[in-house]
């Protein structure tokens, strides 16, 4: 490159000598060379030396207009230098107004350049009189219908976006975009531009719903079609990066806000605002995240290159002012977050109400900082401001309004003006509720968890305040929260399943068949651990969750059951006199200003005649792990110190001793920890037990009080009975039992190494009692017009589970087998280490490390997995991709079946999820490792109950009184067992 310069420079001296009157065509020529070539500074400087060296005659020439529209033009697009680049375009305006009037092309093709240069100066008003005026030209010029009249419309959309005039800006790029398509098709560059400047619009309002699939459009469409600019697909980047950060999708959004940052460094250079930008919103990505070291040298760096190609008084400057004050804040640094927070505001005075919109942002982070420093008066002062501009602007449903609330109640409970907080903290949780449900109408259930733990996860804070600033006097708004925070999830996923599932849409019934085929094939790589192939699982989870978020977009019913929400009042109706719910709550205690390292548990009493729900203190995270944690030489004697004392009962019962006077029955919903106890198993002082005191009744939710349960038993009730399986199946045998079933063949599974020893007898080891237990539960069922279908050794695999998969009959499942739960592997270093059973013990999700031991898995732990058939491991993953219409009750007659990882409000994520999620009413399932022979005789007495009539919950009732009253000191016999509505 340095000596074709060198030569070219040569050149121009040696015209200079021979062709003085030529001199500025060899200028021009440089100036193009070094315009080719990205050698911007070079290119204008020579543009500069041609414009000089013009002969007077040419001042209003074709060649002078030429000149000075391409000297800016390299100014605005190559070096960010709008006040210059505008000077030039305005004296070609002068001359083509001088020349050939208004009513041509060149005229408004300089007019709609201008405006672009003024809506970057933040001058909207002058930025949207030359596009007005470019528009109307080329209308008469060329129809409403033309590509000039419709760039046109697109630049207003984005300066009405800019000016946060949203209808004004959706309309002008709707029209744009109807008359793309309409000349060019969707397969071209100015289409896309449409569908991601749209995208930009409902990102800027909060409809992620319409935002996301606009934006991918844009994102596929730059990246396929040949010659759209790179430039343009990195702006698709950073859009769908955006929509994703604010979805909580923060690892989706950082690879594309990279490759957006090097695109523009590869396509403009580094002294370019659109780089300085990347940097910018890449740096914001990591503050949300929390990880400083890397948003502050991007921060620095955006800011050098505003400064060296904007000055220090520009609108960008000041951008990048904001951004550091905005870290400095988070990290402590207040003075220096104080100064550039200032500067910024400084600047944007100074540019005037085109900024309004970042002003509003500049001030809720100064009242945040203020906040911070605990100067409350200048706190609340900004956030005022913010909120004045974002509801006028955006409106109360906006995120942004929503955070603002959140802020300013914090001011109020620090000042002890708590109506005012509650009041403010009431309003944003029921914003947030609106958001979560239209996050939900459109997304799948990874990024519903995203969302709630990135994003809307302010619901420890509110039950904080009411617990320590308004526990009484709150209209149950602790309830509220609960009730409507609690499974959000996990009743979304039934919700859409019952949706599609009586919808009778063929085509939607057939896209969920392809998304379930998708999940087991999932399945399949999973269980494989180590050896599977990353890249190709990587890519159908990617298709499964597209597939997943087609349904729920098309879903008509699904989308109208979000709008529903629970009310402590409703379920108050249906309390009978002698009856309380109990909603437990855990949280991680915020003190009016940071979160504590302590998780409370409280309790949310509500009886028929109370004017609202009472919230009762209960006791610290840490208090019952102490609890819990108490180990003996087995697992009788560990269950007999937990159990055998009050201990339990004065950590969660006494507290609520004197509030239940008169109840007999309670419906309550666990929370945490409580999740691993046997409420009714906790024994009182007087030696006696809470469920020889209370019949208990566990729920998922206290809303389920509501709830009508189908009738169980008639003529089409099936029971269908799993037990004494055949783990080390004879291979022959087994290919020829599940080849009736024919599902999913081609689908293999293997898992190599032993697994280990484990409860409920040994693994692998048959179940003595197991054979007896159904034999005698079908005997009972005869009696009740039930029909039985009974699966035992071979037979009892996992194929056959299956393929009841969608099976409209009211079903009775029972599995007595051998049940695993293993924890986090991260959590717990044994299972980390150990290599039996490696790709469920290590497995990520929760799903995999929970599931059932079927016919055949002995060949797989023993590293000889049979081939064409499935391993005989069910998993709560697999479960959980079931869907049966009428599922009444199953029955875990295996161990730790009620066991999984605890993930906040939504509960318990193994196999008591997963029947959840394949429609299950009711489930009873097992807290710990259960012994075989008192198993079967827990079982075979649950079902005399339940087929002479009674209800599944009397049933359950009864079956472990009388367990409790037979085995009085040995509540390792009875207490793990839990029915769960």
Not at 272 to 296: F, N, P, R, T, V
Not at 741 to 758: H, K, L, M, Q
Not at 856 to 863: H, I, L, R, S
Not at 893 to 914: F, K, P
Request: glycine share 6%.
């Amino acid at each position: 490159m340095f000596r074709k310069a060198a030569c070219l420079i040569a050149l121009v001296l040696c015209c200079t000598c021979n062709l003085y009157s030529q001199q500025w065509q060899v200028y021009r020529d440089s100036a193009e060379y070094f315009r080719q070539h990205k050698l911007t500074d070079s290119a204008i400087y020579y543009y500069e030396l041609t414009r000089g060296s013009l002969p007077d005659d040419s001042a209003q020439s074709d060649t002078h207009i030429d000149l000075l529209t391409s000297q800016a033009s390299l100014m605005y697009l190559g070096k960010s230098q709008y006040a210059a680049s505008a000077t030039l375009y305005l004296q070609a305006r002068q001359i083509i107004l001088g020349k050939y009037g208004k009513e041509n092309d060149l005229y408004a093709g300089n007019a709609g350049f201008l405006g672009q240069v003024f809506y970057f100066l933040k001058k909207y008003q002058q930025a949207e009189s030359m596009y007005l005026e470019a528009r109307e030209i080329y209308k008469h010029l060329h129809t409403d219908q033309s590509k000039e009249y419709a760039g046109i419309c697109n630049a207003l959309g984005i300066l009405y976006n800019d000016n946060a005039e949203f209808e004004k800006a959706e309309a002008a790029h709707l029209e744009a975009r109807a008359i793309r398509e309409k000349l060019f098709t969707r397969e071209n560059g100015a289409y896309a531009q449409s569908c991601n400047n749209l995208a930009a619009i409902y990102w800027n309002l909060g409809q992620y719903d319409k935002a996301e699939p606009l934006a991918i459009e844009a994102r596929d469409i730059r990246a396929r079609v040949t010659g759209i600019p790179k430039s343009a697909y990195a702006i698709s980047c950073i859009n769908l990066a955006n929509i994703y950060r604010d979805m909580g999708k923060f690892q989706q959004a950082e690879p594309l806000y990279k490759e957006a940052r090097q695109v523009r460094e590869n396509y403009f250079t580094k002294d370019h605002d659109d780089y300085a930008l990347s940097c910018d919103i890449l740096a914001d990505l990591y503050l949300m995240m929390h990880e400083y070291e890397k948003a502050e040298p991007l921060y620095l760096e955006a800011k050098a290159i505003r400064e060296k190609i904007n000055s220090g008084t520009s609108f960008f400057y000041g951008q990048g002012c904001s951004s550091l004050s905005n870290l400095y804040r988070e990290t402590g640094r207040y003075t220096e977050a104080e100064s550039y927070a200032l500067e910024a505001a400084k600047i944007w005075q100074g540019i005037g109400e085109m900024v309004k919109g970042d002003m509003a942002v500049n001030d809720n982070s100064l009242g945040e900082l203020y906040f911070d420093m605990k100067r409350y008066d200048e706190s609340e002062k900004y956030f005022l401001k913010a909120r004045l501009y974002w509801k006028q602007n955006l409106g109360e449903e906006h995120p942004y309004f929503t955070g603002n609330s959140v802020n300013l109640a914090r001011v109020y409970w620090n000042e002890n003006k708590i109506p005012e907080a509650a009041g403010l903290y009431r309003s944003a949780f029921e914003t947030q509720q609106v958001q979560a449900r239209r996050m939900f109408s459109f997304t799948s259930e990874e990024e519903k968890q995203l969302y709630l733990k990135n994003i809307a996860g302010a619901g420890d804070e509110y039950q904080s305040f009411y617990f320590n600033k308004l526990p009484a006097g709150n209209n149950g708004q602790p309830y509220v929260i609960s009730l409507q925070k609690r499974n959000q999830i996990l009743s979304s996923s039934r919700q859409l399943r019952q949706s599609i599932f009586s919808s009778g849409d063929s085509a939607l019934l057939r896209k969920y068949d392809a998304w379930t085929s998708l999940k087991k094939q999932i399945a399949a790589l999973y269980s494989k651990g180590d050896d599977a192939p990353k890249e190709h699982m990587h890519v159908l989870m990617g298709r499964a969750d597209s597939l997943e978020k087609e349904l729920v977009r098309q879903s008509g019913d699904f989308k109208k059951s979000q709008s529903v929400t629970a009310d402590w009042k409703n379920i108050r109706q249906f309390l009978k006199a002698g009856e309380a719910a109990i909603e437990f709550i855990s949280f991680d205690m915020f003190d009016g200003r940071d979160f504590t390292d302590s998780v409370q548990y409280a309790a949310l009493l509500l009886r028929k005649n109370d004017t609202e729900p009472v919230l009762v203190p209960l006791f610290t995270k840490s208090r019952l792990e102490k609890q819990l944690s108490l180990k003996s030489i087995n697992p009788p004697a560990t269950i007999g110190l937990i159990y055998g004392s009050d201990s339990l009962y004065n950590i969660i019962w006494k507290p609520l001793v004197s509030k239940l006077e008169g109840i007999t029955k309670i419906y309550f919903a666990p929370t945490g920890l409580l999740h691993r106890v046997s409420l009714s198993g906790i024994r009182m002082p007087d030696k006696r037990y809470l469920g020889d005191k209370y019949e208990m009744s566990q729920l998922l939710t206290t809303a389920s009080v509501t709830d009508t349960v189908s009738p169980l038993g008639g003529k089409n009730t099936r029971l269908l009975l799993y037990g004494d399986v055949s783990y080390n199946a004879d291979t022959v045998l087994l290919r020829q039992s599940v080849s009736k079933y024919a599902v999913d063949p081609g689908i293999t599974r293997s898992v190599n190494g032993d697994f280990e020893t484990g409860e409920r007898g040994v693994f692998f080891e048959p179940l003595p009692a197991s054979a007896r237990e159904i034999d005698a539960i079908a005997g009972l069922a005869k009696s009740d017009d039930i029909a039985v279908t009974s699966f035992k050794g071979v037979d009892a695999n996992e194929e056959s589970v299956k393929s009841w998969s969608g099976n409209a009959d009211p079903l009775i499942l029972h599995i007595t087998t051998h049940g695993f739960f293993y924890p986090d592997p991260v959590k717990s270093a044994r299972y980390a280490r150990e290599q039996s059973g490696k790709a469920f013990k290590r497995s990520d999700n929760p799903l995999f490390r929970s599931g059932l031991i079927l016919a055949g898995a002995e060949n797989t732990w023993a590293g000889k997995p049979v081939q064409g058939v499935d391993d005989g491991v069910l998993t709560a993953y697999e479960i959980a991709n079931m869907y049966f219409p009428h599922a009444r009750l199953v029955t875990l007659s295996a161990c730790e079946t009620a066991l999984g990882d605890i993930r906040g409000s939504e509960g318990v994520y193994g196999l008591q999820r997963a029947f959840k999620m394949a429609g299950f009413q009711y489930l009873v399932m097992s807290l710990w490792k259960v012994p075989d022979t008192e198993t079967a005789e827990f079982m075979e007495m649950f079902y005399n109950n339940l087929f002479s009539g009674k209800s599944i919950a009397e049933s359950f009732t009864r079956t472990q009184g009388a367990m409790r009253d037979k085995y009085r000191d040995k509540p390792f016999n009875w207490a793990a067992w839990v029915l769960v509505k």
